[in-house]
């Protein structure tokens, strides 16, 4: 029997629901036959009592001689498949069990390759209830924030990487800023030291100081939008995302969108401790809903909210904030870079310090880059400035005791 | 050279194609560089000579004339290196001229080849004004690209020297210390520092060759390029910075780079053409340099500088 890699997770792209195949099973796979009759591995397993169907998501996204590539673009699991596990997929575009496609011998040999495609959602248990609401909640995006790589479920890091292409709520063209962010991080790459595979971070040549050595990173891709939903729905996918991605000790960085992604996140916060927000923008005449300080302190969690003028000093943010230790901070892109061309504007210096005196008096427990309008003639520039920002806020929440 | 693919295009400050006359030594002469196969992030910086030039038309022409030989040819796409050999063969027309190259370009690969053509005539210094150290490292022997073209000037054996202004930002490590011979003046540094303040960095043992990407400004004042980055010059202190350095230090040679007329409607190219006025205002400074530095400077060769090969195709 030819035995031939027929799963290559480590191919695996940016992907909610990737795991690690564990070695035995990865021993045992095999390439199944045109009738799946034939080259299939032992195993032992019993087959499952019900029928499988193909998910209506999968899509084929290339192919070779050998092997395929499916995805499932509502889960944003990818997995690469030999020709032959390919080709038993076909006998599922019906609903059927195991057992109707394959011999009882070849049946229980085959059941490490189904019960992957059925952790993968290429194959969907067709007897069960269909959900009271079908939530598809997140999409692979077409780069990671700084090559870092994408969030592995049960794998927790320091920071998650989420975007929210989220543009309805104000005049903002944004839906494409989280992937202009993400094409302009490329330039600042995430990285492991040879030795000891820990995170090397980065140096600030502004403030003459290592960042983020030993910060893990990972991209959880975007939060699905279906435009035309209701807000409510948004809301609800939005919680459902950070939920999946940012639980436990993970700081969120959400790329926006328009600001009011700022109230989305906010409201949709897996771990509601206790929080205050800071809003560095120079738009002070904001009165959208769901971008207006009034609905943000809504929220159940938020106790104070602070706008901050780029402008402004680092003394006194500590009182504007009520004493609140955690902070959420957001940062408005758009007005960010409008102050910094302005006639007695701050420097990209002042922001930064402005950004690590928060961070040295607070934990910041969460971050975003809202507002960035691909319609402004600097949206490049608010993208490259948006990197810098984001790397410098997580720093202030990583490399507070350093400090 | 001047086959009947020559174009003759309006120059820099409506300078003139210096060949037939008989300029006085040591004048400023323009050369084009239009490429931007270097630039690893977009195409455009190909069109910098040509709105440089334009952008100059609307500027009061600077106190001391200079000339501008046209663009050097790059319409039949060579590879890399063979665009690269012709810059350097026009660095040495320019020189067997008796002038001094001021290279408009295209991407900022483009400066290894007047460095070295420059260098193998005189040691010299090179003054290197980026919002990037342009150090990476390269893969293949053979790539010349915009990132890590310092990294192979530095190579060059008549290089006696390297003074980096306005590395910023966040990158991958500290690209504050290149190695020897090497200052690296941040630009946060920069910006509390006179302009004569930064002139006394740069020390008067060795002529300097000026390497300007326009990066080095704050992407507020010539946000037209591929790489910007916040927290740069202003124009002004550099202008300062320029004029200090043509009237104090020896200059063989200067180019100016990665101007993208594509990312904004001229505003960088003005910069660019203003800079360029800086420096040829203060030009006649260079002759009493020239006499009194030809003592201190090594002579590398006493040889007269090549002339170029025929057939190099400068429009």
């Given at each position: 029997?030819?035995?031939?890699?027929?799963?290559?997770?480590?191919?695996a792209l940016?992907?909610s629901?990737?795991?690690?195949?564990?070695?035995?099973?990865?021993?045992?796979?095999g390439?199944?036959?045109?009738?799946?009759?034939?080259?299939?591995?032992?195993c032992g397993?019993?087959?499952?009592?019900f029928r499988?169907?193909l998910?209506?998501?999968?899509v084929?996204?290339?192919?070779?001689?050998?092997?395929?590539?499916i995805?499932?673009?509502?889960?944003?699991?990818?997995?690469?498949v030999?020709q032959?596990?390919?080709?038993?997929?076909?006998a599922?575009r019906?609903?059927r069990r195991v057992?109707?496609?394959?011999s009882s011998h070849d049946t229980?040999?085959?059941?490490?390759h189904?019960?992957?495609l059925?952790?993968?959602?290429l194959l969907?248990?067709?007897d069960?209830p269909p959900?009271?609401?079908?939530?598809k909640?997140?999409?692979?995006a077409a780069?990671?924030?700084c090559?870092?790589?994408a969030l592995v479920?049960?794998?927790?890091t320091?920071f998650?990487?989420l975007?929210?292409?989220?543009d309805?709520?104000?005049d903002?063209?944004?839906?494409?800023?989280?992937?202009l962010?993400r094409?302009?991080?490329?330039?600042y790459?995430?990285?492991?030291r040879f030795?000891?595979?820990v995170?090397?971070g980065?140096f600030?040549?502004?403030r003459?100081?290592?960042?983020?050595?030993?910060a893990?990173?990972?991209?959880?891709g975007?939060v699905?939008?279906?435009?035309?939903?209701?807000?409510?729905?948004?809301?609800?996918?939005?919680?459902?995302?950070?939920?999946q991605?940012?639980?436990?000790?993970?700081v969120?960085?959400?790329?926006?969108?328009?600001?009011?992604v700022?109230?989305a996140?906010l409201a949709?916060?897996?771990?509601?401790r206790e929080?205050?927000?800071?809003?560095l923008?120079?738009?002070?005449?904001n009165?959208?809903v769901?971008?207006?300080e009034?609905?943000?302190?809504e929220?159940?969690?938020v106790r104070?909210?602070?706008?901050?003028?780029p402008c402004?000093?680092?003394?006194?943010i500590?009182?504007?904030?009520?004493?609140?230790?955690n902070?959420y901070?957001?940062?408005d892109?758009?007005s960010?870079?409008?102050?910094?061309?302005?006639?007695e504007g701050?420097s990209?210096q002042n922001?930064?310090?402005?950004i690590?005196?928060i961070?040295a008096a607070?934990?910041?427990i969460g971050i975003?880059?809202?507002g960035?309008?691909?319609?402004?003639?600097?949206?490049?520039l608010?993208?490259i400035?948006?990197?810098?920002?984001?790397?410098t806020?997580?720093s202030?929440?990583?490399?507070?005791?350093?400090? | 050279?001047m086959?009947?693919?020559?174009?003759h295009?309006?120059?820099?400050?409506?300078?003139t194609?210096?060949?037939?006359?008989?300029p006085?030594?040591?004048?400023l002469?323009?050369?084009?560089?239009p490429t931007?196969h270097?630039?690893?992030?977009?195409?455009?910086?190909?069109?910098?000579?040509?709105?440089i030039r334009?952008a100059s038309?609307?500027l009061?022409?600077?106190?001391n004339?200079?000339?501008?030989?046209?663009?050097?040819?790059?319409?039949?796409s060579?590879d890399?290196?063979?665009?690269?050999?012709?810059?350097?063969?026009?660095?040495?027309?320019?020189?067997?001229?008796?002038?001094v190259p001021?290279?408009?370009?295209?991407?900022?690969?483009i400066t290894y080849?007047?460095v070295?053509?420059?260098?193998?005539e005189?040691?010299?210094?090179?003054?290197?004004?980026?919002?990037?150290?342009?150090?990476s490292?390269?893969?293949?022997q053979?790539?010349?690209?915009h990132k890590?073209?310092?990294?192979?000037?530095?190579?060059?054996?008549?290089?006696?020297g390297?003074?980096?202004?306005?590395?910023?930002?966040?990158?991958?490590?500290?690209?504050?210390?290149l190695g020897?011979?090497?200052?690296?003046?941040?630009?946060?540094s920069?910006?509390l520092?006179?302009?004569?303040d930064l002139?006394?960095?740069?020390p008067?043992?060795?002529?300097?060759?000026?390497?300007?990407?326009?990066?080095?400004i704050?992407?507020?004042?010539?946000?037209?390029?591929?790489t910007p980055?916040?927290?740069?010059?202003s124009?002004e202190?550099?202008?300062?910075?320029?004029?200090l350095?043509v009237r104090h230090?020896?200059v063989?040679?200067?180019?100016?780079t990665?101007v993208?007329?594509?990312?904004?409607?001229?505003t960088t190219?003005t910069?660019?053409?203003?800079l360029?006025?800086?420096?040829?205002?203060h030009?006649?400074?260079q002759?009493?340099?020239?006499?009194?530095c030809?003592?201190?400077?090594?002579?590398?060769s006493?040889?007269?500088?090549?002339?170029p090969?025929?057939?190099?195709?400068?429009?």
């Amino acid at each position: 029997m030819r035995v031939v890699p027929a799963i290559d997770e480590t191919k695996a792209l940016p992907a909610s629901e990737v795991r690690p195949v564990a070695p035995d099973r990865a021993a045992l796979v095999g390439s199944i036959g045109p009738t799946g009759r034939d080259d299939v591995a032992t195993c032992g397993e019993q087959p499952l009592g019900f029928r499988m169907v193909l998910s209506d998501e999968i899509v084929l996204e290339s192919r070779d001689d050998t092997h395929v590539v499916i995805a499932n673009l509502a889960r944003g699991t990818r997995v690469r498949v030999s020709q032959g596990i390919y080709r038993f997929m076909h006998a599922f575009r019906r609903p059927r069990r195991v057992d109707e496609v394959l011999s009882s011998h070849d049946t229980s040999r085959a059941m490490p390759h189904v019960r992957m495609l059925l952790d993968k959602n290429l194959l969907e248990n067709a007897d069960a209830p269909p959900p009271a609401t079908h939530v598809k909640v997140r999409t692979a995006a077409a780069y990671r924030f700084c090559n870092a790589p994408a969030l592995v479920s049960g794998q927790p890091t320091d920071f998650v990487v989420l975007g929210i292409p989220y543009d309805l709520t104000a005049d903002t063209d944004g839906r494409l800023a989280p992937n202009l962010i993400r094409q302009k991080s490329l330039n600042y790459p995430y990285q492991l030291r040879f030795d000891d595979a820990v995170p090397r971070g980065w140096f600030d040549a502004d403030r003459a100081t290592n960042i983020l050595s030993g910060a893990t990173i990972a991209d959880a891709g975007d939060v699905y939008v279906d435009h035309g939903e209701t807000k409510a729905q948004f809301h609800e996918r939005v919680a459902i995302a950070l939920a999946q991605s940012c639980g436990g000790r993970s700081v969120p960085l959400i790329l926006g969108g328009d600001r009011s992604v700022t109230y989305a996140t906010l409201a949709g916060l897996p771990n509601r401790r206790e929080l205050a927000v800071v809003q560095l923008t120079a738009d002070t005449t904001n009165s959208a809903v769901d971008t207006a300080e009034e609905r943000l302190r809504e929220i159940e969690h938020v106790r104070h909210v602070a706008i901050l003028d780029p402008c402004s000093k680092a003394a006194g943010i500590t009182d504007a904030l009520g004493g609140a230790n955690n902070v959420y901070l957001s940062i408005d892109l758009a007005s960010s870079v409008r102050a910094l061309g302005a006639e007695e504007g701050p420097s990209i210096q002042n922001l930064k310090s402005l950004i690590t005196s928060i961070g040295a008096a607070h934990a910041i427990i969460g971050i975003d880059l809202v507002g960035l309008d691909m319609r402004d003639q600097a949206y490049a520039l608010a993208g490259i400035t948006g990197c810098q920002l984001a790397l410098t806020a997580m720093s202030a929440a990583h490399d507070r005791g350093a400090a | 050279m001047m086959g009947d693919n020559t174009r003759h295009l309006t120059g820099l400050f409506r300078w003139t194609d210096p060949r037939g006359m008989a300029p006085e030594a040591g004048g400023l002469c323009v050369l084009g560089a239009p490429t931007d196969h270097g630039n690893v992030v977009l195409r455009g910086a190909a069109q910098g000579p040509a709105a440089i030039r334009h952008a100059s038309g609307a500027l009061d022409p600077p106190r001391n004339s200079g000339w501008d030989i046209g663009d050097i040819d790059r319409s039949d796409s060579p590879d890399p290196q063979p665009y690269m050999d012709r810059i350097g063969d026009a660095t040495r027309l320019v020189r067997g001229l008796g002038l001094v190259p001021l290279l408009l370009g295209g991407d900022h690969s483009i400066t290894y080849a007047p460095v070295s053509a420059l260098s193998a005539e005189r040691d010299l210094r090179v003054i290197w004004l980026d919002a990037h150290t342009d150090f990476s490292p390269w893969s293949e022997q053979s790539h010349h690209n915009h990132k890590q073209v310092l990294r192979r000037i530095s190579t060059l054996p008549g290089v006696g020297g390297i003074v980096q202004i306005g590395y910023r930002g966040i990158t991958i490590g500290d690209e504050r210390r290149l190695g020897d011979g090497t200052r690296v003046v941040t630009s946060a540094s920069a910006r509390l520092m006179s302009g004569e303040d930064l002139v006394a960095i740069v020390p008067d043992d060795l002529p300097c060759y000026i390497s300007i990407d326009i990066d080095v400004i704050d992407p507020v004042h010539a946000p037209g390029t591929s790489t910007p980055v916040p927290g740069g010059l202003s124009p002004e202190a550099l202008a300062a910075f320029l004029r200090l350095l043509v009237r104090h230090r020896e200059v063989v040679g200067i180019d100016l780079t990665e101007v993208n007329p594509i990312l904004d409607s001229g505003t960088t190219a003005t910069v660019a053409a203003g800079l360029v006025a800086a420096v040829a205002d203060h030009w006649d400074h260079q002759k009493s340099l020239l006499i009194g530095c030809a003592a201190r400077t090594r002579i590398r060769s006493d040889e007269p500088a090549p002339l170029p090969s025929p057939g190099i195709a400068i429009d």
